[in-house]
């Protein structure tokens, strides 16, 4: 395996276990969805880094419904807390 990829790896999971703490520990629901947010991007470039190393193009339906799933999953989100922010006033 190469080097560059290990290290890539090891980078972006010290990375993704702060996020898990982040949205484990997380005091409220924006805090929480801004970190799934941050976990998915990361999920991205690591597929994205390993795509350039490698040289294939294989993982790109997987980034692009990665993407999806978080534009729509923070529109969601917003949506529901600026709901539940009109009902409380």
Do not use: K
């Amino acid at each position: 395996m190469n080097v560059l990829l290990i290290a890539i790896y090891v980078v972006f999971g010290a990375a993704a276990l702060l996020t898990l703490w982040r949205i484990v520990r997380g005091p409220s629901i924006l805090d929480r969805a801004v970190a799934s947010d941050v976990l998915l991007t990361e999920v991205m470039c690591v597929l994205g880094a390993e795509m350039a190393i490698n040289h294939h193009t294989r993982s790109l339906p997987v980034l692009l419904i990665i993407a999806a799933v978080g534009v729509f999953g923070s529109i969601s989100i917003a949506r529901f807390v600026a709901r539940r922010d009109n009902t409380q006033r």
